[in-house]
């Protein structure tokens, strides 16, 4: 028997509908730069400006969160990383987590 807190306050005759799921699985995302999806290694040049972009989803319980980081700072979706002065080996993070708990996270190694 489960218990609801509350039920027996609803009154006779009104439907009490609960959503239940089970969702073990986590959510998938597809990361493109200028495009292209994002590949551990990349090269780019520094002369480039890149067009991060995160599309995920989750079709069990939906998306809770999504994040992209640049080194390890916060960048929105969308947002565009000027390349200028920034030689070297960086890390773009992806980090998405679905309404269930569920997390899918990944480090990119690129060079500029």
Do not use: C, K
């Amino acid at each position: 028997m489960v218990r609801i807190p509350g039920v027996d306050r609803i009154p006779v005759g009104r439907i009490l509908e609960i959503n239940a799921f089970d969702d073990a699985a986590a959510p998938n995302y597809n990361m493109t730069v200028n495009g292209v999806p994002l590949t551990e290694g990349t090269v780019f040049s520094s002369s480039e400006q890149l067009l991060l972009e995160l599309q995920a989803e989750d079709h069990v319980s939906g998306i809770l969160q999504q994040d992209i980081t640049w080194d390890g700072v916060p960048v929105d979706s969308g947002m565009t990383v000027d390349l200028a002065g920034r030689s070297g080996v960086h890390t773009i993070g992806v980090a998405v987590v679905d309404q269930a708990g569920n997390r899918s996270d990944a480090a990119y190694g690129v060079r500029v």
